[in-house]
């Protein structure tokens, strides 16, 4: 199956390089873009537990320990 996307020039273009700087298709950057281990990673946020989300009150109380309030 074929898809068209649209994305800027300058996004377009940087993929393009990317891509034949790996030896690939455009199609097969953009997959191992969105497959490969940078992509998977989860954002880690300092002092927190990975998997836990925070309530609005566990982010005031926080902002308001480091703050002094």
Do not use: C, N
Not at 16 to 30: D, E
Request: proline fraction near 7%.
């Amino acid at each position: 199956m074929t898809v068209t996307i649209k994305v800027p020039e300058t996004t377009r273009d940087r993929l393009h390089r990317l891509a034949a700087a790996h030896g690939l298709t455009l199609a097969q950057q953009i997959e191992r873009l969105l497959t490969g281990p940078a992509a998977q990673q989860k954002p880690a946020v300092a002092d927190y537990p990975d998997g836990w989300p925070l309530s609005a009150e566990d982010i005031d109380a926080e902002l308001a320990r480091r703050f002094g309030l």
